[in-house]
Each structure stands twice: as C-alpha cells, then as structure tokens.
C-alpha cells in the first residue's frame, strides 16, 4: 500500500492502490460510453450490494447530501418525522428537518446507549409519523442501532425508514430484501458516503430507495429541491449517458473499483470481519484501561469512541500518535479531550490494527501508563483468530 500513514479515523478510512490506480485513470467526457460503461456497473454493483427492486443514486456530494436526499424526497414541510439519535449524526437530521420545515420529534438517548425499543413503541403508538431515522452506527459515540428491535416497531406502525448508514454500509448488514418480522418489513431508504467502510475517497453520495419510498416521492409532487430530486436523477441512473449534472468521473472509477473489492470479498465475510475487528480492537484497548464509551452488546463494528485513563492529556496523545504514522480522531461535543475514535472499518487491515494497538501502547508507556503490549495484541488476535480469509 502506497500510504505512508494509517488513517485509522472515522472517515476517511485507509484506501488501497487499485482504488488510487482506478482514480488517475484518464478523466473522459461524462457522456463517453467508456466512462458510462464504468459508471453503469458501479450502480448495479450498488444494487446488488443493498439487494434492492428500487432505485439506487450514485451522485457527488458527501454522506450529508445522502441524508439530505433521503429526507427532502420522502417527508413534506409540515408532515412528521421521528429522529432516533444515539449521538451526533443522528441529531443531524433534526437540523436538516428543520430547514425543510418538517415537524420533528426526537428519541435521544444518552452518550454511548440506545434508545429502548420500548420508547419508540411508545412514541409510535401516540403520534403518527411519515418516516423515522436510524442511525446505523453513530460515528460520534460508537453506538449500533438495533434494526432488528427497531425496523419491526417502526413498519408495524405504517412510517418509512430511513437508514444512515454512512458510518456502516459495506461492514454491517443492510439488506433492503430482508424483512424484519413481517410482511413488507423492510429498509425503504440507505444512505451512505464513499468514504467510511466502503473505503473510498470521499466525494460520492449514495442512496437507495425501494418502492414504498418512492412511491412516497410520488405522493409529495413538488419538493423543495432541485439537484437532491431523486427525480432528475431516476433517468440518469437508468441510463447513465444522460446528463443532468456533470458526475464526478474520477471518483465513478474509485468507487466502481472500491465497490468491485467490496463484493469480491463477500458481504457475509465483511460483517463478520467487521465484527471481529470491532471485538478484538475494544478487547485490546481495555486491557490498557481504556473505556469504550459504547458497551459490547451495542458497539458498532466499524469504529470505537474511547475513554482516556487518568493522567493521558489527549491533544498530546494524539500528536504522539501521529508522530509515528497513526492518525486518530478526537471526540466530539461534551467529550471532546476525554476520549478518542478509533477507525476499524473499509480496507482496514489486522496487521494494520495490531500496529495501531501497538503504537497506541508505546504512547501510553510514554506517558507512564503501565500497560502490556503483548497481552493487547493476544486479546486483538484471540477475537479476530475467527476471520476466514
Ligand atoms: C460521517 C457521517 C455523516 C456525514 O457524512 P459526510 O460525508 O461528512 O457529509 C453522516 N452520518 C454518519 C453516521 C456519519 O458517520
């Protein structure tokens, strides 16, 4: 790998040389049937990966564009959308719902919890709504949300559900054929970013809406958008040598390149990687004392948020990281210098997570922290011994 650091952060995550390789191919005319051939299959790879009978959007913008397009399309100012939000992203979208003038209710749960499925049971059964959002997997806590819990409540109860999963697709199941515990029990709308575990420069957006969605964007007539109308683009990904707005054609080859990885590997072994790694990076890290925010049974597989031991200055920690080629993120909000992220997602690989957890020990003997390297490793290796290759 041509990388000279590991960019272990919560996106963007670790690319590899095919990807970079596919980048600097020849930038052609967006309307070039050699361009539009690439452009053609990185959807289809995009169909097969969500398994849906809808459509799906491949499109420049990053992962808040996606959440953009998922709400403006699907719920009208004045209609009802219910925000499940385990953190940060999942409070995003009562901004965005804001700016729409949709009427917003929130289920927030504390730092590193779930909402109780019983609470949005509740919530369901005394308010009617047009969608609710779920956060796959809260980039700033390092919580999952249980879609088997909350996918079932959300359907019985008639609303739509929009599924972030900028921090999870490709890494944690979202099959948009899969019904939860009953008949049309399904995922109505993905969204995701290039950039996170599909490990793909940032730059695309990517949405998938099955037919009870976009049956809902038919429903709405007019909507407050123009470029985010999945409308303009139906035609375009039906037929990619039309043009409604220019595609970013580098970032097409990346991710149809990234996308081919993606199912060469096979979504069933990337779960169960993803899982792995999760497991074995937290059960390393605690045995350095260090606290993960997020407790096992609710952890995402594909990032970690970190609680510092006493006597560990963050800024400094996280300079002496990146003086040795880890790059790690800082918290967010109330936790900001009290904890760090810890990427493990995309093209991640073990050996590049058993040298974060070694360089993560040595920072910590650095500052006087008596910690075993070897045990944290044996920990790593023990949960992720599982991994067929
Ligand atoms: C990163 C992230 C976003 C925002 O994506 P951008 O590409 O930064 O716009 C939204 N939701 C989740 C869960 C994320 O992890």
């Known amino acids: ?6 960019l272990l952060i919560p996106g963007p995550t670790p690319v590899v040389d095919s990807i970079y390789d596919a980048m600097a191919s020849e930038t052609r005319g967006h309307t070039d049937p050699r361009f539009v051939e690439i452009y053609k299959r990185s959807i289809e790879r995009t169909r097969e990966m969500f398994k849906t009978d809808g459509e799906v959007f491949v499109i420049a913008g990053s992962g808040t564009i996606g959440m953009e397009m998922a709400l403006v399309n699907t719920v009208g100012a004045g209609e009802r959308l219910l925000v499940i939000s385990h953190g940060y992203f999942g409070d995003r979208f009562i901004q965005l719902g804001k700016a729409f003038g949709i009427e917003i209710d929130v289920l927030q749960a504390e730092w590193g919890q779930q909402v109780a499925p019983e609470e949005v049971e509740r919530q ?11 956060t796959h997997a809260d980039t700033s806590t390092g ?19 929009i599924l972030d999963g900028v921090c999870a697709t490709a890494a944690m199941e979202e099959d948009m054929s899969k019904e939860y515990g009953g008949e049309g029990y399904t995922i109505d709308v993905v969204l995701t970013g290039s950039q996170k575990a599909i490990g793909v420069p940032p730059g695309l957006a990517i949405v998938a809406f099955n037919q009870t969605a976009l049956a809902a964007r038919k429903e709405l007539g007019h909507i407050p ?58 059960s390393a890290l605690r045995e350095y004392g260090m606290k993960p925010l997020a407790e096992e049974e609710v952890a995402a597989s594909t990032l970690s948020c970190f609680l510092y031991p006493e006597g560990v200055n963050d800024a400094e920690f996280r300079a002496a990281l990146a003086g040795v080629g880890l790059i790690v993120a800082g918290a967010l909000a109330h936790l900001g ?27 910590l003997k650095d500052v006087g922290q008596d910690v075993s390297i070897e045990q944290a490793v044996n920990r790593f290796k023990e949960e992720t011994a599982s991994i067929v290759q």
């Open 225 to 282: 958008a123009y470029y985010c109308d999945i409308e303009n683009w139906i035609p375009i990904m039906h037929d990619p040598s039309k043009y409604f707005a220019t595609p970013p054609v580098n970032l097409i080859y990346a991710y149809d390149e990234g996308m081919k990885l993606v199912l060469e590997e096979g979504l069933e072994k990337r779960y169960a990687r993803h899982t792995a790694y999760g497991r074995g990076v937290r």
């Open 143 to 161: 919580v999952a949300a249980d879609l088997d819990a909350l996918v079932p409540i959300v359907k019985k109860h008639g609303a739509l559900v």
């Open 124 to 134: 369901l059964s005394e308010r009617t709504y047009k969608a609710v959002t779920i």
């Open 1 to 6: 790998m041509r990388n000279e650091e590991m």
């Open 337 to 363: 210098g009290k904890a760090f992220r810890l990427g493990h997602m995309g093209n991640t690989t073990e050996d590049m997570l058993i040298s974060a957890i070694e360089k993560i020990g040595e920072a």
